[in-house]
C-alpha cells in the first residue's frame, strides 16, 4: 500500500507564491520519477514539472522560470516552489510518483485570484 499526501495548495493573490508538498508512505522500496501535474475541469491531466532520482528536472514550458520542483529521497517527498502565480494556473494538482507503476494523490487545490 502506497499513500501520498499532498499539502500547500490555497488561495494566493497574482503574483504571490505557493510551495506544494507531496509525502509518499507505506510500502516505498525505489522511487524513479516525482512529479506533479494539473487537471482543470474539461480538460486532460496535464504534466507540470518532474524529476528524476537523479535530480534531472523537465517542466512544461508555461511553468519554466516560475515553477522549481525538488526532492527529498530521505523523505520520500517532492516539492514544487510556484512562483510568480497567475489566475489562470488555478485548478487542482496531483502528486504522482513512479514506482514499478504510477501512483497518484488525492490532488490540492490551488486558486489565484486576480
Known amino acids: 500500500q502506497v499513500q501520498l499526501v499532498e499539502s500547500g495548495g490555497g488561495l494566493v493573490q497574482a503574483g504571490g507564491s505557493l510551495r506544494l508538498s507531496c509525502a509518499a508512505s507505506?510500502?516505498?522500496?525505489?522511487?524513479?520519477?516525482m512529479g506533479w501535474y494539473r487537471q482543470a475541469p474539461g480538460k486532460q491531466r496535464e504534466l507540470v514539472a518532474s524529476?528524476?532520482?537523479?535530480?534531472?528536472?523537465n517542466y512544461a514550458d508555461s511553468v519554466k522560470g516560475r515553477f522549481t520542483i525538488s526532492r527529498d529521497n530521505a523523505k520520500n517527498t517532492v516539492y514544487l516552489q510556484m512562483n510568480s502565480l497567475k489566475p489562470e494556473i488555478t485548478t487542482v494538482y496531483y502528486c504522482?510518483?513512479?514506482?514499478?507503476?504510477?501512483?497518484w494523490g488525492q490532488g490540492t487545490e490551488v486558486t489565484v485570484s486576480s
Open positions: 507505506g510500502s516505498i522500496f525505489s522511487i524513479n520519477v
Open positions: 524529476i528524476t532520482s537523479g535530480g534531472i528536472t
Open positions: 504522482t510518483i513512479n514506482m514499478v507503476r504510477n501512483y
